[in-house]
């Protein structure tokens, strides 16, 4: 059982939720990435040969990422994938993305942080690379790396509920349902004003090449945000 609000949440129990989302949209992601022939510079020309779990666990350990953070990394997976279309999450780009996402939101969201040379090494990549890695991610993201903790909460709920041997604890009295109304209200409101889609194209269910790209919440939720806008998602 796991705490009701996500900032009493374990780093370890956190990881686990996160990599389960981020190993079922490599699943989905894989077929795609292979037919559209566009790379960022995320991509690896290999897969590394470490898993999404241990990497990511490595990089909570020694980055001492915080549930708020690892939270903030899932979001800039729908930021990135609204402002970025040639960008989605796959084996070949998942490791790039977790480090300069980590970077990005310890060094902007927390009051104390390590330097580049620290999350390099923690990383696997080169200093030059990752200051590479950070500049085109803030570019993309038009240096908007701030999220609301009500986005935040939303994000935490769908994870829990979409890993096995996970939950949190029952609640289904009227002011609880009548405050997650209000949060969900508050995340559109919150997404529609920073990720307009400059082609005025519904970014949920936009095609990339022809084939329906999946970001990270198609995957953890039906009433969340995807890609950048929320939306009812339909299965």
Not at 136 to 154: C, G, H, S, T
Request: with cysteine; glycine share 6%; hydrophobic share 40%.
């Amino acid at each position: 059982m796991l705490p009701e609000q996500y900032e009493f949440c374990k780093v370890e129990d956190m990881v686990v939720l996160i990599a389960n989302m981020l190993g079922e949209l490599i699943e989905t992601n894989d077929v795609l990435a292979l037919k559209s022939g566009h790379l960022t510079r995320f991509h690896s020309r290999t897969p590394p040969g470490i898993s999404v779990l241990d990497y990511l666990n490595r990089l909570a350990k020694h980055a001492t990422l915080t549930p708020p953070l690892l939270l903030s990394m899932v979001y800039y997976i729908d930021r990135l994938c609204a402002m970025y279309p040639d960008f989605t999450i796959n084996t070949l780009t998942v490791h790039r993305f977790l480090i300069t996402a980590a970077t990005v939101a310890a060094k902007g969201l927390s009051d104390s942080f390590w330097n580049n040379t620290t999350y390099a090494r923690v990383g696997g990549v080169r200093v030059a690379e990752l200051k590479m890695l950070e500049l085109e991610f803030l570019y993309r993201l038009e240096w908007k790396i701030v999220p609301n903790p009500e986005v935040l909460a939303a994000y935490y709920r769908p994870l829990v509920e979409r890993c096995p041997g996970y939950a949190l604890p029952p609640d289904h009295s009227p002011l609880r349902e009548e405050d997650e109304a209000g949060q969900q209200r508050n995340v559109g409101n919150h997404v529609a004003n920073v990720n307009p889609d400059p082609a005025g194209n519904d970014c949920a269910t936009s095609a990339h090449h022809g084939h329906q790209r999946q970001s990270s919440t198609t995957l953890i939720g039906e009433d969340m945000v995807h890609s950048g806008l929320t939306r009812q998602l339909t299965r």
